[in-house]
């Protein structure tokens, strides 16, 4: 049976804008950034993250590209075929740019500042049913907290944004500040696929291909994960909430029976961990369902979603403007009524507090 999503109003809550070129970030600069840009010619130069093609098939569907400029750049375009068509009530804009790559901090908390005003003043205040990510600084702890401070007065921003290959992993207490002020305010932590290339993507070296690139974001995840609760993250903050974006879903439950099976003879190292991992992945953690790495036998997939053991951990996603998914067929049908009806608005309604003081009237 065939599931019409837009009788459920969903929430999507992986949407990607695009800023369209760099111009459009020179009015939000000081003057010291924006004198600086022009005189480099900086902003002759796309600031797509290495490697990414927005050419290739999967970067847009064909029917989602615009026919001037990149993927994502044209809010008409978003407002019909990612809002209207599954008539969502709510969508998250996670801006994944190179300014959070850069090696210069100074110059990455500048752009990201822009990126957010940019985000604010043109997405937003353009269309109500719009939220977004605050899109930070990451190279510098500091930096970062006071982009938070300084978004996290406009409910619109419903969440902090980071990209899951880094410099270090994410429990270590170097991070811990942004993850004090995102709790602080409401926030949960995105972090999406996505990398600042300071280390090869995979631990076997580079790859010489984007599908090679592509594949090696799904394996970061675990370890990014496996960060967070060993380093004791949900501890320290009980009510933070991570969610993982475009990490694909059917890893997790092999992922759970490892840490748990593993914890059970190791904790003596970790005593702050007095819970099973897997218990903490489904009191904190979520993850968006696009792309769905689900087999093609729907029976399989409901085996998985089983091992899950929660109806809390999915959160409906088109991935717009990415292909990942044909047609209208964003969920699969076999998911059953009272659980589409929790991945489609229940779940980001549970994990977005912002969202329930903020969302449009249904």
């Not at 796309?46 to 999967?58: E, G, K, M, V, W």
């Not at 750049?73 to 407002?79: I, K, S």
Request: glycine share 6%; charged share 25%.
């Amino acid at each position: 049976m065939s599931i019409d999503i837009r009788v459920h109003r969903p929430i999507d809550c992986d949407i990607h804008p695009a800023v369209p070129n760099f111009d459009v970030l020179l009015p939000y600069l000081d003057d010291y950034w924006r004198e600086a840009v022009i005189a480099r010619g900086i902003d002759r130069t796309d600031f797509d993250l290495t490697a990414y093609p927005p050419n290739s098939r999967l970067s847009c569907r064909p029917d989602w590209r615009p026919p001037d400029g990149n993927p994502g750049t044209d809010l008409g375009l978003l407002r019909r075929d990612a809002l209207d068509r599954f008539d969502s009530r709510i969508g998250i804009c996670n801006v994944i740019h190179a300014a959070q790559a850069l090696f210069n901090a100074d110059m990455a908390a500048a752009f990201c500042r822009a990126i957010n005003d940019w985000l604010a003043y043109k997405v937003l205040d353009r269309e109500p049913r719009l939220r977004a990510s605050i899109v930070i600084p990451w190279q510098d702890v500091t930096l970062s907290v006071m982009e938070i401070e300084r978004r996290a007065g406009d409910p619109r921003f419903v969440q902090v944004l980071m990209l899951v290959q880094g410099e270090m992993t994410f429990g270590r207490r170097h991070w811990w500040p942004i993850y004090e002020a995102a709790e602080h305010h409401g926030l949960p932590i995105g972090i999406h696929a996505g990398s600042i290339y300071r280390h090869a993507p995979a631990p076997t070296g580079w790859p010489n291909s984007y599908l090679g690139d592509y594949i090696a974001y799904g394996n970061a995840f675990e370890p990014a994960l496996l960060s967070l609760i060993a380093e004791g993250v949900f501890v320290k903050f009980p009510r933070l909430k991570v969610v993982l974006l475009e990490s694909g879903v059917t890893w997790l439950s092999a992922f759970i029976w490892r840490a748990n099976k593993t914890w059970r003879g190791t904790r003596s190292e970790i005593p702050w961990v007095k819970r099973p991992p897997g218990d903490y992945v489904r009191d904190h953690v979520r993850l968006t369902t696009q792309p769905l790495d689900a087999p093609s036998d729907p029976d399989m997939l409901d085996i998985v979603v089983e091992q899950l053991a929660s109806d809390r951990l999915l959160l409906f996603a088109t991935d717009y403007p990415h292909w990942h998914f044909d047609g209208d067929a964003a969920l699969p049908p076999s998911l059953g009524r009272e659980l589409t009806t929790k991945i489609l608005y229940e779940n980001a309604l549970d994990t977005y507090p912002r969202l329930n003081a903020a969302a449009p009237a249904t």
